[in-house]
């Protein structure tokens, strides 16, 4: 097999996408950090480096709670998706 | 819905569904709340589970549940970038009723499962996000969700490793990474007869694979591959903080394992189904949350009841083992009428009677041993270089096994470290 990115893993999956951002960065604390574990802890690749900001992408997330966890900043403001909202797992 | 419930119970996976079942057997009112649309939706596991725990709930439950095969071989291979040596259990017992192991996918497994809570008179309600506890004094009396007060004796929180619940009552300190192993996983759809020649099974039966090598190149982790009726579930469960510190993505070390030689021809023609993740809390006792309190129980994943050995890592058992002894502890305070912190002590005293706290504690020092991080490179690496040794035949003439090993460790590891890890293993498995 072809290695896949993992937008196109994202990509086959089924979201019940929400307007409201489930999950938020506090830029103040974010832009202080070094480690930036986020980058390399979210597995579905929602944290990005765009220039030297941390930018955070909820569509694709699979509610895992890495990057809550990984932030020892406390940058990560950590939630659920609303009840209904979010990933949907078809296989599991 | 303004009744009182006896038991509100947060989470209809396998902890919650076996503790809704049992409360709901009994008698008792019982709510269970989902925060997926569907029980399942917002679960993975990487597919196995075993089922001695809950043939006690539902005789003879393979007839009936969506299991997908049972395991009739149990396969474990060492990968270094070119080779692979495995080791492969397969008895005549494990292929016919009770059987030992079964392949399962969540969404239709905890659905069925949260069904079999419904028939037996409880309430599960999905999509239905519980917002915060109800609390009168130091008593938890309730939970509020979707807007509404849901009063109830008592709150059973299964929902899962990062258990909002035990946060909110104050039952658990931060998680931390090293505590945690992420687990992704691909679910691949191939034909069921390319499945059975692949991997040799007849009929029902299915394979557990389990990995450890250069793939996770050096940090404490594994992969899988298990086989599902027409699917394969493939993945990866690392150590969570060993992949931040060494800033490598889960799904890099994911696709170096699917393209190892060993790996890749079993792969073909498959289709990319789903893409999942979860963590897996493996530290065992020694992140183990206060595990009740004035009208709360906390059960299977949120309670991080999970054994890692090494050659296992198992979860499901413990939570439906954990979700019935929940029940059990709910329905004697319900015959005292007392829901104190200290009549629900019966709870942590039933777990420690069965294999759920025993296990823990009898692999208390596993978490430890397992970041030993020369079983993950080192030790593979060994293996397959002996093995290469033995195996090789290029018109030389030969050395006894004794001196191919010595080779293999030499410049890499002392004697008295192998000893030494060797003591460690003793210890710990």
């Not at chain 1, 990057?67 to 659920?80: H, S, T, Y």
């Not at chain 2, 990968?79 to 016919?96: G, I, M, N, R, V």
């Not at chain 2, 393209?259 to 189904?273: F, I, M, N, R, T």
Request: charged share 20%.
């Amino acid at each position: 097999m072809i290695p896949i990115s993992i937008e196109d893993k994202l990509s086959v999956n089924k979201y019940d996408i929400d307007r409201e951002v489930h999950i938020g960065i506090r830029e103040d604390i974010c832009k202080t950090c070094e480690g930036r574990y986020c980058l390399f802890a979210c597995p579905a690749g929602c944290f990005k480096l765009m220039g030297e900001h941390v930018t955070f992408s909820y569509e694709g997330c699979l509610e895992c709670g890495s990057c809550q966890i990984v932030c020892d900043k406390g940058a990560v403001e950590w939630n659920l998706p609303r009840a209904g909202f979010g990933i949907c797992y078809q296989y599991g | 819905m303004k009744q009182r419930f006896d038991a509100v119970v947060v989470g209809a996976g396998p902890a919650g569904c076996a503790c809704g079942y049992t409360l709901a057997k009994a008698g008792l009112e019982v709510l269970v709340v989902e925060r997926g649309k569907f029980a399942g939706a917002k679960n993975m596991w990487g597919g196995v589970f075993y089922g001695p725990t809950l043939n006690q709930l539902f005789p003879q439950f393979w007839q009936e549940a969506p299991v997908e095969r049972y395991v009739a071989r149990h396969r474990f291979s060492l990968l270094t970038p070119d080779a692979c040596l495995s080791a492969e259990f397969t008895t005549k017992k494990f292929t016919q009723p009770p059987y030992n192991g079964f392949t399962a996918l969540r969404s239709k497994f905890d659905r069925w499962f949260a069904s079999k809570v419904e028939q037996a008179g409880a309430i599960v309600a999905t999509g239905l996000q519980v917002d915060d506890l109800l609390w009168d004094g130091n008593q938890i009396t309730g939970i509020k969700a979707g807007g509404d007060e849901l009063p109830a004796s008592v709150v059973v929180a299964c929902d899962g490793v990062n258990s909002v619940l035990a946060g909110k009552a104050g039952l658990r300190s931060k998680l931390q990474p090293r505590d945690m192993k992420l687990g992704i996983k691909e679910v691949i759809q191939l034909p069921r007869q390319l499945i059975e020649q692949r991997f040799n099974l007849v009929g029902d039966e299915g394979i557990a694979w389990e990995f450890i090598g250069s793939f996770s190149r050096g940090l404490p982790g594994g992969a899988f591959i298990y086989s599902n009726k027409e699917s394969l579930s493939v993945g990866i469960a690392v150590q969570l903080s060993a992949l931040t510190e060494n800033q490598i993505k889960a799904n890099d070390l994911l696709e170096e394992f699917k393209q190892h030689p060993a790996v890749a021809d079993l792969l073909a023609e498959g289709k990319l189904v789903e893409y999942s993740a979860h963590l897996i809390p493996v530290s065992g006792m020694a992140m183990m949350p206060t595990l009740y309190t004035n009208g709360l129980l906390v059960a299977g994943d949120a309670a991080a009841l999970i054994l890692g050995t090494g050659l296992t890592l198992e979860g499901a058992n413990f939570a439906v083992a954990s979700g019935i002894a929940a029940a059990e502890t709910v329905i004697r305070a319900k015959q005292a009428g007392d829901f104190s912190k200290k009549s629900l002590s019966y709870y942590p005293e039933l777990l420690r009677e069965s294999f759920v706290l025993k296990d823990l504690e009898t692999f208390r020092k596993a978490p430890h041993f397992l970041e030993n991080l020369r079983i993950y490179s080192l030790y593979p690496e060994l293996a397959c270089d002996l093995a290469e040794k033995v195996f090789t035949n290029d018109g030389t003439p030969r050395k006894k096994t004794w001196e191919l090993f010595r080779q293999a460790m030499d410049g890499r590891v002392s004697l008295w470290q192998i000893a030494r890890d060797l003591m460690q293993v003793k210890g710990a498995i």
